[in-house]
């Protein structure tokens, strides 16, 4: 149920309601245009199949806003070197937020995880603190899909769909050092602060074109964004 202040977060589909989404499983996000508050646009570039996460060593976080406040998330790191355990982090609230952020409480649900294309048992089908997970076998090569909810808090009075909300990869706790690179599909992005970093203005470019700054340190990774939430469940 959608309180006032605080909305669920977690994983979808861009667009449609096929038969993953009407179950809530999360899907890895396409790069279309999405509908929201704001109209329709894509705002950022396809993804990239080069970078932080992909081809080099970080992490690359993909996110796609649900018209309930949660989105559904992709996160692919490469590791500088092999683990064999993995600390998932949950966005940080308190004194790293203000307002009426302070009372987010992120949860991460339906989590699949696979480590050097071997599926990892996660033990759990929500994530609502900090756990240790142990892998199978030793991996530099993570992907993690996962809807993520609670923290997103509506904005009013604003206009129909204003939120702000607390986003990092649930990654960001093996290596702080990881470059990170955020993908928010949908074009309904209005601004991003990083209240962990020096400059904490993090936005780069112009609505509907906004995207958040590449490369930033995963122990400094947490984004605050403020968004037009999609017009769809």
């Known amino acids: 149920m959608l309180a006032a202040v605080t909305l ?6 861009i667009a449609g309601c096929s038969a993953q989404e009407q179950a809530g499983i999360p899907v890895a996000p396409s790069p279309g245009p999405l509908a929201n ?5 894509p705002v950022q570039p396809p993804p990239t199949a080069e970078g932080p996460g992909l081809t080099a060593p970080g992490i690359h976080l993909a996110a796609v806003p649900r018209g309930d ?6 996160e692919d790191v490469v590791l500088r070197t092999e683990v064999a355990l993995i600390r998932l982090q949950l966005p940080r609230s308190g004194q790293q937020l203000v307002g009426m952020m302070t009372q987010t409480k992120p949860v991460a649900t339906s989590l699949k995880i696979t480590a050097d294309d071997q599926p990892v048992p996660t033990g759990t089908v929500k994530l609502s603190k900090t756990q240790d997970l142990p892998l199978p076998v030793a991996a530099t090569r993570l992907r993690l899909v996962y809807r993520l909810s609670g923290s997103t808090v509506r904005s009013l009075p604003s206009e129909t ?17 990881l470059p990170t690179n955020y993908q928010i599909a949908g074009g309904g992005l209005l601004n991003a602060t990083c209240p ?10 112009e609505p509907p074109g906004l ?12 984004a605050v964004l403020q968004l037009n939430l999609p017009m769809q469940p």
């Not at 939120?163 to 050092?177: N, Q, W, Y």
């Not at 995207?211 to 947490?222: D, E, K, N, T, V």
């Open 196 to 205: 962990e970093m020096t400059e904490t203005r993090c936005a780069v470019g």
């Open 161 to 177: 769909g204003r939120a702000s909300a607390a986003i990092s990869p649930l990654m960001a706790g093996v290596d702080g050092t």
């Open 69 to 74: 406040g949660s989105f559904d998330i992709t």
């Open 211 to 222: 995207g958040i700054q590449q490369g930033i340190p995963a122990g400094q990774s947490l």
């Open 8 to 13: 669920t977060l977690g994983i979808g589909t």
């Open 37 to 41: 508050g704001g109209g329709a646009a």
